[in-house]
Nanobody, 123 residues
Framework: QVQLVESGGDLVQPGGSLRLSCAAS????????IGWFRQAPGKEREGVSC????????YYADSVKGRFTISRDNAKNTVYLQMNSLKPEDTAVYYC????????????????WGQGTQVTVSS
């Protein structure tokens, strides 16, 4: 079965850390550019980070720059999003998605999506 599965979401206190995983089954992730997006209640989905298929270049939204790190482990067919210094405004459902071309912040450029994982930052 071809699918993406996110995991690692949890309830964490402000200042804490989480590592999200995006695991693929039925296809090879390193053939794709991978984007992480998030959607908070009542808000539109927004791009958070992206790692390019071509050269592994990474990109971050200004709101997470310096706090989040995206990476790949091709042997595990998984992409990670390490999130440090978490803030309440990081609370959202986080999704990973694939596309065949370069990184884009536009969600409709991505063809395959996971089901999402909930991140809640609260004391």
């Amino acid at each position: 079965q071809v699918q993406l599965v996110e995991s690692g979401g949890d309830l964490v206190q402000p200042g804490g850390s989480l590592r999200l995983s995006c695991a693929a089954s039925g296809f090879t992730l390193d053939y794709y550019t991978i984007g992480w997006f998030r959607q908070a209640p009542g808000k539109e989905r927004e791009g958070v980070s992206c790692i390019s298929r071509s050269d592994g270049s990474t990109y971050y939204a200004d709101s997470v720059k310096g706090r989040f790190t995206i990476s790949r482990d091709n042997a595990k067919n998984t992409v990670y999003l390490q999130m440090n210094s978490l803030k309440p405004e990081d609370t959202a459902v986080y999704y990973c998605a694939t596309r065949t071309l370069y990184c884009s912040w536009y969600e409709y450029d991505y063809a395959r999506w996971g089901q999402g994982t909930q991140v809640t930052v609260s004391s």
